[in-house]
């Protein structure tokens, strides 16, 4: 037998020499003894969407902790005996990965705080359901997470990753073949994409935007029920859905079957808000349902009129700003006030959801105050730009006087010589 | 008679030399009088004395063109930070009882180091720095 | 028998620095009056509107603050922060563009009156680089607001430098402290503007003067021609003196209506960042020269437009300096005047291009 490092200058030798592929140098520091790994590697017999970063490849993890099998010898008859378990059925998945994920006493060595619910989540959700119903074309852990490329959902490159989210779930759902036999939509990627949570998302990058699983849940997706949308919208928000609780119209929505936010904002395709949504004009949505005469049109046209007003007074605040700033007079006081009426506009929007005209107006009010304070002190620094130097003029009359006197004087000096 | 008037002509000359040269130094000695707040940009404020600030209250001192909000901690410790959500841009305030800061448009929460915890805000907010010199609380502009 | 304390003073400087061939000097100065003495004042005025730059220049350099971060919001707080800060920016601005103005017209008034003429050949020339001088003041004070007009006037100046053949590149390089317009420039311009320029200024200034001192008033042809018995002489001291303080107190009168009931904006903040708003322009004087270089075509017998037109201002700028040089002499029978028709033609290119460029 050759003892290690003389082994080792044998493989470089040989590497060097003949140009025998060099294995040691593809797979990972701490699996190189993986047998698993390097014969795989070599035979260039990896699974596809392979990738050495998955959480899983890890010292006496790697592909025997899943799938069985010796690790420690390079004989194939011999590494893929005993427990060995090759690719197993989309049946099985759940169990296969619950064989660890759903064994706190396991997983806490790697993540004390682990959670190990997964799997049992997993047969609540509709996914989960019609696999124990014997339909193998529904999601399993791997549909989502992957099987060789199981990332974090920290990490950019992971399927689960936010950004990837949509993508990643619009991979079956957006497939019309195979919706067609559940009798499902497939435009809601679509939908979701031009929405502004989409764009949040997917163009700004905004990781605090919601993917699919913000609304859907992750282990035990479903869509949110009637009772549970305004709940769901309400976890980030927290004051519109408020609003919306306590109001008659929270309840009888529910009475009428409508879905709370939804009806007003869309599903998928939410879309920015806009002061003229409501009111009574045409991109008003509160006409959807009432009509001209009834109360709930008047508060409707009241609100918008509120907000409406404020948002002028603004407007017309801001423009003298601007005034203030260019002529270069004092705009700090004017600036904080203008913050104050633009707090107030974006409290009574969120108020709006109250559908009560005494308290979106008790803002506004507020607001116009604030804006209309603004536009005094910048007609106040603009007159003063103007106006106050007027005060000036005493300088100019000492010297108009001195030019007059001294013109005489001239005059007289010049006579006295000419005389 | 031409002797008057030339006197009345010097007296008026002289005048007008006395007033022009007060119109002209007045101006000049008040432009040279620094103002109260002596800089263009602010860099330090001066916010009042330590004693002035219970722990874990909070108060909105106005930094040149920036709210600050400043927040001494139960541990007596000082917090700056500027009162601006990251959000919207209304103004955030310290809750006491729920030692977090708060903003009331959308219910944005951020921790006592200014990051966003929860709501829509996406940033942390901006941090200054409130230091103690003798006694008192100065604020000041994170140095990048 | 004691003198009188005044008088014992004089003697006692008297002595040590030999006054009196000075105060003689003073007391024999003499000034024609005729009907051309009208623009005799201009070169006292525009000497007394420096002055007014250098004191309120030094004013606001009290609370200046050069630097990308700092200029705008220095300027800011001169304006309304500081005691009557807002009347020495307006007074620095509005003079600057009067100074330049009287400058012209003293410059177009010597032209016509011939006083180039020898021995006045260097008072011209010194008096032609103070111009120049007096254009790169404003060039240079007009960025350091740094506001976002005075920053794209400045980008497009610069970048008219530097199509100069040759040292063009380098002058842009020179003048921005770097490839664009940036902070850096602004450290430059303020550098100019307050260190460099007037150094050169005040040795311009003084020889200019001393010229003037040296060679007394000149007298036009139709004056000069007169016999000694026809023609009227004051003294300078005081006469003309107080004639000049009388046209300084109406100037500043102006110039003090203008500042206060006309105040110089502030403008938007520079953002070196943002695209160029319409109607960039640099200030009027340049005007004519910025308006003549758009209605050069691109290429002109091969050479680029803007080339060709920096190279004959350049061209022409050398010859103006030069005129008691070259200046081609009429003889009497001569209807047309070359040197007055010359003069008239600037002066009616500047004042047109002027105005179109304002019409544009």
Redesign the interface.
């Known amino acids: 037998m050759i003892s290690r490092p003389k082994s080792y200058l044998f493989t470089l030798l040989l590497t060097a020499g003949l140009g025998y592929p060099a294995v040691a140098q593809d797979v990972p520091e701490g699996l190189q003894e993986d047998q698993c790994v390097v014969c795989h590697t070599d035979l260039e017999a990896l699974p596809e969407n392979f990738v050495f970063d998955n959480v899983h490849m890890r010292p006496r993890m790697s592909c025997a902790g899943c799938h069985g099998g010796d690790r420690t010898t390079d004989d194939e008859e011999i590494a893929h005996a005993g427990d060995f378990v090759g690719v197993p059925t989309a049946e099985a998945i759940p169990s296969f990965c619950g064989s660890c994920h759903s064994d706190i006493n396991y997983m806490r060595q790697f993540q004390p705080s682990a959670s190990t619910d997964q799997v049992s989540q997993y047969f609540t959700s509709a996914h989960g359901q019609a696999l124990r119903q014997g339909d193998e074309n529904v999601a399993t852990c791997i549909s989502c997470h992957t099987s060789h490329a199981t990332l974090p959902a920290s990490d950019g490159r992971s399927s689960v990753h936010p950004f990837n989210v949509p993508d990643m779930c619009n991979g079956c759902h957006g497939d019309a073949a195979l919706m067609a036999e559940y009798g499902f939509r497939t435009n809601q990627y679509g939908d979701f994409v031009e929405s502004v949570h989409g764009t949040a998302l997917l163009e700004r990058q905004d990781i605090g935007a919601p993917a699919c699983n913000d609304c859907h849940g992750n282990h035990g997706a479903m869509p949110p029920g009637i009772q549970s949308i305004e709940n769901v919208c309400g976890m980030c928000h927290v004051n519109n859905a408020e609003f919306f609780e306590s109001t008659p119209m929270a309840v009888a929505f529910a009475e009428e079957g409508l879905h709370a936010c939804e009806e007003c904002h869309g599903i998928h395709d939410v879309a920015k808000t806009f002061d003229d949504m409501v009111g009574v004009g045409d991109e008003s949505v509160c006409t959807m349902c009432h009509d001209e005469g009834d109360r709930g049109y008047e508060v409707a046209d009241s609100i918008h009129a509120q907000l409406v007003m404020l948002k002028s007074v603004q407007d017309s605040a801001q423009v003298l700003l601007e005034r203030v700033q260019n002529i270069g007079m004092d705009d700090v006081e004017i600036s904080y006030s203008l913050r104050d009426a633009n707090e107030s506009l974006i409290q009574a929007r969120t108020a709006v959801h109250s559908f009560e005209p005494e308290k979106t107006g008790e803002l506004t009010d507020k607001g116009v105050e604030s804006a209309r304070a603004a536009m005094a002190m910048a007609n106040e620094e603009i007159e003063g730009f103007r106006f106050r130097r007027f005060g000036f003029g005493i300088a100019t009359l000492f010297i108009t006087v001195l030019t007059v006197a001294l013109f005489f004087k001239i005059r007289e000096i010049e006579s006295s010589r000419a005389s | 008679m031409a002797e008057s008037r030339r006197k009345f002509l010097n007296i008026l000359i002289g005048g007008g030399i006395v007033g022009w040269l007060a119109s002209v130094l007045y101006p000049v000695v008040s432009f040279l009088k620094p103002p109260a707040l002596p800089e263009a940009n602010v860099s330090a404020l001066k916010v009042g004395p330590v004693a002035d600030f219970a722990a874990g209250s909070s108060r909105i001192v106005k930094f040149g063109r920036t709210p600050v909000l400043l927040v001494r901690l139960d541990s007596g410790d000082f917090r700056a930070f500027a009162a601006t959500c990251t959000h919207l841009d209304c103004t955030v305030q310290y809750r006491t009882d729920k030692k977090d800061i708060w903003c009331a448009c959308h219910n944005g929460i951020y921790d006592l180091m200014g990051r966003n915890v929860s709501g829509p805000p996406p940033r942390p907010l901006e941090q200054f720095v409130a230091t103690e010199i003798e006694g008192e609380i100065v604020v000041s502009r994170l140095e990048a | 028998m004691e003198l009188p304390r005044s008088q014992r003073l004089f003697a006692w400087l008297d002595e040590r620095f030999n006054l009196s061939p000075l105060i003689d000097f003073m007391k024999k100065k003499e000034v024609p009056i005729h009907r051309h003495t009208i623009w005799y004042y201009m070169g006292g005025v525009s000497l007394f509107l420096f002055l007014i730059q250098l004191f309120t220049g030094i004013?606001l350099l009290?609370?200046y603050?050069p630097g990308e971060?700092?200029a705008y919001?220095?300027?800011?707080?001169?304006?309304?922060?500081?005691?009557?800060?807002?009347?020495?920016r307006s007074i620095h601005s509005w003079g600057a563009n009067l100074f330049v103005l009287f400058i012209f017209v003293h410059m177009f008034s010597t032209f016509f009156t011939r006083a180039y003429r020898k021995p006045r050949e260097l008072t011209w020339v010194t008096g032609f680089v103070l111009l120049v001088l007096a254009m790169a003041f404003g060039f240079s004070g007009y960025l350091l607001p740094w506001n976002e007009l005075a920053f794209f006037a400045t980008k497009v100046g610069t970048d008219i430098a530097g199509v100069l053949p040759v040292v063009g590149d380098a002058i842009k390089l020179v003048l921005r402290g770097g490839e664009d317009v940036t902070g850096a420039t602004l450290t430059r311009f303020y550098a100019f503007h307050i260190a460099l320029i007037p150094a050169i200024f005040t040795v311009f200034l003084g020889l200019h003067l001393l010229f003037v001192q040296r060679q007394g008033m000149h007298e036009p042809e139709s004056v000069a021609g007169l016999p000694p018995e026809r023609k009227k002489m004051?003294p300078f001291f005081?006469?003309f003196l107080?004639?000049d303080?009388?046209a300084w107190?109406?100037v500043?009168?102006v110039l003090?209506?203008l500042s206060?009931?006309f105040?110089w904006?502030?403008?938007?903040e520079a953002d070196p960042l943002a695209p160029a708003p319409s109607g960039i322009r640099p200030e009027w004087y340049f005007m004519f020269m910025f308006q003549t270089l758009k209605f050069i075509p691109p290429h002109v017998l091969g050479i680029e437009g803007e080339v060709l037109g920096v190279l004959a201002f350049s061209v022409a700028g050398l010859a103006w300096l030069l005129v008691p040089f070259w200046e081609i002499r009429e003889k009497d029978s001569d209807r047309l005047k070359p040197m007055a028709l010359i003069g008239f033609l600037a002066l009616a290119f500047i004042i047109v291009m002027t105005i179109v460029g304002y019409l544009v």
């Open positions: 004013l009290l609370y603050q971060a700092s919001d220095s300027i800011r707080f001169i304006m309304n922060k500081v005691p009557f800060g807002w009347l020495f004051i005081p006469n107080l004639r303080i009388f107190l109406i500043l009168n003090l209506f206060v009931f105040p904006e502030l403008g938007v």
